[in-house]
């Protein structure tokens, strides 16, 4: 850990990398030193590493995500990997990362595959706008026709709704272009690194109502909510507004 915390310095691994993997080690309720505190590096075997997870799984009552689990043997094998490095081990043992559970990401139904009256996105969309106009609040912060638009331009673009991706787009990221007609955004640092999106011919209303919103707007701007320059802070309040939203549609519980 003392190394790394130094090499993030140096530029050669994240600080975020760094600070995570501290917390793996030194985590009190389910962190590597809670458990393998005073063994012998020397001794430490496949069946040392299920049981690690099989005692992760009675820190608490409801089980931790399979990421949770895969990142802590993840760390684990960074260790064991040193340890063979200063010689100390011959051979990192196996760490089999554990059962995973699918766990698909929630959806709105929608029409032609479900018919109109089950269509679920539509819903979303008609509360967003019945919101909006009857000026709803959440914690003081207004749901205005952003909100709409917002959810617009993600099923269009197929961004993800994340400070790094949507809420980072700029004007000067959007380049409208022809034949077809559509937008070409510039995903600087998204999820994946950078990238380049083609997106749906609807995503150029929705565009440029952003624009007449803040007629002002400069290639410098943020796309949406560009008055919180901390775009976490974008992200954090809008999900509060949508929460709300799902709440009002009846649409807080999936399958």
């Keep these: 850990i003392t190394q790394q915390c130094q090499d993030a310095k140096e530029g050669l691994c994240s600080q975020s990398l760094a600070r995570t993997d501290k917390n793996l080690v030194y985590s009190p309720k389910a962190g590597l030193l809670a458990y393998f505190k005073g063994k012998d590096i020397r001794q430490i075997r496949?069946?040392?590493?299920?049981?690690?997870?099989?005692?992760?799984?009675?820190?608490?009552?409801?089980?931790?995500?399979?990421?949770?689990?895969?990142?802590?043997?993840?760390?684990?094998?960074?260790?064991?990997?040193?340890?063979?490095?200063?010689?100390?081990?011959e051979t990192v043992p196996a760490t089999p990362r554990p059962e995973r559970k699918d766990s698909p990401r929630g959806f709105f139904r929608f029409y032609p595959l479900v018919n109109k009256e089950h269509d679920e996105y539509d819903v979303v969309l008609k509360t967003a706008k019945a919101m909006a106009a009857e000026g709803v609040k959440v914690r003081w912060v207004p749901v205005t026709?952003?909100?709409?638009?917002?959810?617009?331009?993600?099923?269009?673009?197929?961004?993800?709704?994340?400070?790094?991706?949507?809420?980072?787009?700029?004007h000067r990221d959007v380049t409208l272009a022809d034949d077809p007609k559509r937008l070409i955004l510039r995903i600087r640092k998204g999820k994946t690194g950078f990238r380049q999106v083609n997106t749906l011919e609807a995503a150029v209303s929705?565009?440029?109502?952003?624009?007449?919103?803040?007629?002002?707007?400069?290639?410098?701007?943020?796309?949406?909510?560009?008055?919180?320059?901390?775009?976490?802070?974008?992200?954090?309040?809008?999900?509060?507004?949508?929460?709300e939203l799902l709440i009002r549609a009846g649409l807080t519980v999936g399958e």
Excluded: G
């Design 145 to 170: 026709d952003e909100l709409y638009d917002l959810i617009l331009f993600l099923s269009h673009t197929f961004l993800r709704p994340t400070y790094s991706e949507v809420y980072a787009l700029k």
């Design 46 to 89: 496949t069946k040392d590493v299920k049981a690690y997870q099989q005692w992760m799984k009675q820190q608490r009552d409801t089980p931790y995500a399979f990421n949770t689990y895969s990142t802590r043997i993840a760390c684990l094998r960074k260790i064991l990997k040193l340890a063979m490095d200063d010689e100390v081990i």
């Design 206 to 243: 929705v565009y440029q109502r952003c624009q007449q919103r803040y007629p002002n707007w400069t290639p410098d701007d943020y796309v949406f909510y560009h008055h919180y320059a901390n775009r976490q802070t974008a992200q954090n309040r809008v999900s509060r507004l949508f929460k």
